[in-house]
């Protein structure tokens, strides 16, 4: 079982910026996958920006540009610098941790509580 906390969220301006960090409980550096995902209301939960198992990133069309996704291994803990915020960035933001096993069918997905951004003057 890994635990995921997300923090960072709250409420900002359009225009500005947060950065979001997610701690796991265990190491996100060996055949693990992990990004960010968040859900507004009355929407279905979508990808934001992601690490691939190929070492590269991916982001939604809305994110790039202005979100970028780091890692640090040594603690555990991914996070997502936010920039140029607007009202529909306003969401709940979910930390997914993707264990990669060596026999696909036993992968396993993780995910935390969320932070929730609010986006708005």
């Known amino acids: 079982q890994v635990t995921l906390v997300e923090s960072g969220g709250g409420l900002v301006q359009p225009g500005g910026s947060l950065r979001l960090s997610c701690a796991a409980s265990?190491?996100?550096?060996?055949?693990?996958?992990m990004g960010w995902y968040r859900q507004a209301p009355g929407n279905q939960r979508e990808l934001v920006a992601a690490?691939?198992?190929?070492?590269?990133?991916t982001y939604s069309e809305s994110a790039r540009d202005r979100f970028t996704i780091s890692r640090d291994n040594a603690k555990n803990t991914l996070y997502l610098q936010m920039t140029s915020l607007k009202s529909d960035d306003t969401a709940v933001y979910y930390c997914?941790?993707?264990?990669?096993?060596?026999?696909?069918?036993?992968?396993?997905?993780?995910w935390g509580k969320g932070t929730l951004v609010i986006v708005s003057s």
């Open positions: 690490f691939t198992s190929g070492g590269g990133t």
């Open positions: 997914n941790y993707h264990s990669r096993a060596l026999n696909p069918k036993y992968d396993r997905d993780y």
């Open positions: 265990a190491s996100i550096s060996s055949r693990v996958d």
